[in-house]
C-alpha cells in the first residue's frame, strides 16, 4: 500500500472521529489530555514564559489543556495538523476554553514543517510520528526535535510500534494504516540513541486494542505505545 492511500485512508478516519466527537466531553477519546502531558506540568512551575509544540496536535486534546495551564505567563503553543479539519476545531476549541492568545494553528505535514532550533520548552508529538512519509523523515524529525529544545525543556513522545489491523466482523487482516511501523525494539533504540545524555523521565511499552473506523469497516487495531519523555540537561 503506498503513502498517498494511507493519507486518504487517515485522513477519511480523522474527519469522521473529529466530526463525531466533542473536546473534553465525558465519555469520548478526547475527554481528557493524556496524564503523561499533564504530569510534566510541575517541571515548569518556575518558568517565566512557557513555548510548546505539538506535532500532530488533532482538535487540542493536549495543547489547550497546556495552554490553559500556563495561559498566567506570556506563553505560546504552535500546533501542527496535515488535517485543515483539526485545525479548523483546534481554533474553535481554543476559542471556547479562552486561550485563542496562546494557541497557534498550523496546516502542514509534520515532514514539512521546521522546528526552529533552540526554541521549545516542550515538544509533543502523540500517536503522531508514526505518520511521516519513512522511517527517513522520522529520524530527520527527530533530529530537528532535540536541536528544537532549550535547556531544561522536555520531550513527550507517544508512538505506535507493531501495529496490525483486523476487519472486526471478517477477521480478515488489513494492511495498517501507519505510515512508518517499526518494531517495537527498534523503535525505542532509536529514541534513546538520539536523546543520549538526556535525563529520561519515562520510557514504557504497552500493548493496546481499539477500534478505528477505516474504508467501509471497523478494524481491529493492535499496537505497542511506546512512550518516551526525556529533560535536556546541561
Ligand atoms: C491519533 S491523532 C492524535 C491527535 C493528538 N495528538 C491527540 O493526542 O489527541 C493523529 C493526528 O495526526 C495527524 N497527522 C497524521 N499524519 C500527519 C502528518 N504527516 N503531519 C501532521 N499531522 C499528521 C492527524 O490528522 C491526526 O489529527
Redesign the pocket.
Known amino acids: 500500500m503506498n503513502i498517498q492511500s494511507i493519507?486518504e485512508s487517515?485522513?477519511n478516519s480523522?474527519i469522521e472521529l473529529?466530526s463525531n466527537e466533542e473536546l473534553y466531553k465525558e465519555g469520548s477519546w478526547?475527554n481528557k489530555p493524556?496524564k503523561t502531558v499533564t504530569d510534566l506540568f510541575p517541571l515548569f512551575e518556575e518558568c517565566e514564559k512557557f513555548r510548546a509544540l505539538?506535532?500532530?496536535?488533532?482538535?487540542g486534546?493536549?495543547s489547550i489543556a497546556i495552554a490553559k495551564q500556563f495561559q498566567g505567563i506570556p506563553c505560546r503553543v504552535d500546533c501542527?495538523?496535515?488535517?485543515e479539519l483539526?485545525i479548523e476545531k483546534l481554533m474553535e476549541n481554543a476559542k471556547r476554553f479562552g486561550v485563542e492568545e496562546c494557541i497557534h494553528g498550523i496546516v502542514?505535514?509534520?515532514?514539512e514543517f521546521e522546528i526552529v532550533p533552540e526554541t521549545y520548552d516542550l515538544i509533543l508529538?502523540?500517536?503522531?510520528l508514526e505518520?511521516?512519509?519513512s522511517k527517513e523523515s522520522l529520524v530527520k524529525k527527530l533530529e530537528e526535535i532535540r536541536n528544537g529544545i532549550r535547556q531544561n525543556g522536555v520531550v513527550c513522545l507517544v508512538v505506535n510500534s507493531e501495529v496490525t489491523e483486523r476487519n472486526k466482523e471478517t477477521g480478515e487482516e488489513l494492511f495498517p494504516q501507519f505510515?512508518v511501523n517499526l518494531p517495537t525494539e527498534e523503535l525505542q533504540d532509536i529514541l534513546h540513541r538520539f536523546f543520549v545524555g538526556w535525563e529520561v523521565l519515562k520510557s514504557t511499552v504497552r500493548a493496546q486494542k481499539y477500534d478505528i473506523p477505516r474504508e467501509g469497516c471497523i478494524s481491529k487495531l493492535s499496537t505497542i505505545v511506546v512512550t518516551f519523555v526525556a529533560r535536556k540537561r546541561g
Open positions: 493519507r487517515e485522513r480523522h473529529y478526547l493524556i505539538d506535532l500532530g496536535c488533532g482538535v486534546r493536549n501542527v495538523d496535515i488535517l483539526a502542514s505535514p509534520i515532514e508529538a502523540v500517536s503522531a505518520h511521516v512519509d505510515e
